[in-house]
């Protein structure tokens, strides 16, 4: 008896143990380290190839590299080291999935499947302000890279120094420096976007970004976005309803017959025609960033045409076989997201990537 009794209050024991155990590991916890050495400061080099990681980073203020993945956004610097280096600072936030990431100068903002927005400083780490928007988040979906979280985040995006949070039905402005409750609006839309002229356009209606409010004088749509930066943000122009162009970088739109063509785009505040054997990426300073078919990457004029660098986007040995993904262009630099040429279309079968490092970064 006395041994069966024993054996009863050890296993008791053990069991307790284990489910304390199991408590420190799985009970939620937020763990954030931030910057212990000097604060990283922006690079810029000549145009060439600098090196390639397995995430796409968020390059902010050309200074940091952010990442994402499930549960974690962290940042590593310089721009230009050749691979991801060790983590200047971290947000790691257990049980709650990361759902997007967004930049507005040197403050970066999380987004999390529980509705809280985190901003930091992008050089420190440091908590700048954070809020509960009440809205949920998706769950994280940036498959390997975390491309779509840090390049193309759903229902996250910026314009005129705020951060909008989209939800079923009500969108969220806040103060990108304060964190400030900006306006509050029962929208409920897809696909949405901002402009470089100070609008929210969602499907078939656009909104004042200063004040939420509905704005008059929109072609029909649903709209096509053009000329964007990361996060669906700053576009240039839009297709309507119809398949017509028009540049969206002031109050009003303004038509534009350029923007009808397939392959046009918005760049540098041009339209900018469909250029053959090559995509136009974005801009840098009034520069064309263009992605040729051969897969290299031309810097070129807006207006003149006149190319100032070109070189072919690999390391060392690799083929210029892939074709791009997501891709993000700063002031000094761009990175792209590169997909096997006939890999399968989901992220999560094998050979849909190029290759294991497969985000390449270049100066421009």
Known sequence: MLRVLIR?????????????????????????STVAGPSPVAVTRSPGVTGRTNQAPLIVGDAVRVYASKRQT????????????????????????????????????????????????????????????????????????????????????????????????????YDAATGALRWSEPISCGDAFTTAGGQFVCTEQAFSLATGKAVTG??????????????????????????????????????????????????????????????VLGASQGRLVLLTDDRHLRIADAVTGAVSADFALAVDTEKLTWKPGLWQVTDHWVAIERLAADGPASPDKPGHYFTVDTVIIAAI
């Open 8 to 32: 009863t209050s050890l296993a008791l024991v053990v069991a307790v143990a284990a489910a304390l155990i199991g408590w420190r590991v799985l009970a939620p916890a937020e763990v954030s």
């Open 74 to 173: 962290r940042a590593d610097t310089p721009v230009d080291a050749k691979s991801v280096m060790t983590a200047i600072w971290s947000l790691r936030r257990w049980p709650q999935q990361l759902s997007g990431v967004v930049a507005v100068g040197d403050t970066v903002v999380s987004r999390w499947a529980d509705g809280e927005l985190i901003a930091l400083s992008a050089r420190t780490g440091k908590t700048v302000w954070r809020v509960s928007t009440g809205i949920g988040a998706p769950a994280f979906d940036g498959h390997r890279t975390g491309a779509s979280t840090v390049w193309a985040p759903g229902d996250l995006h910026t314009g005129d120094g705020a951060v909008l949070v989209g939800g079923a039905s009500r969108v969220n402005a």
């Open 218 to 279: 929109w072609p029909a749509g649903p709209h096509t976005p053009l000329g964007c930066d990361v996060a669906a943000s700053a576009c240039g122009g839009l297709r309507d309803a119809a398949g017509q162009g028009w540049l969206v970088t002031g109050a009003r739109p303004e038509r534009s017959a350029v923007l009808d063509q397939q392959g046009s785009t918005v760049a540098a505040g041009r339209a900018i025609a469909p250029r053959p054997g090559a995509q």
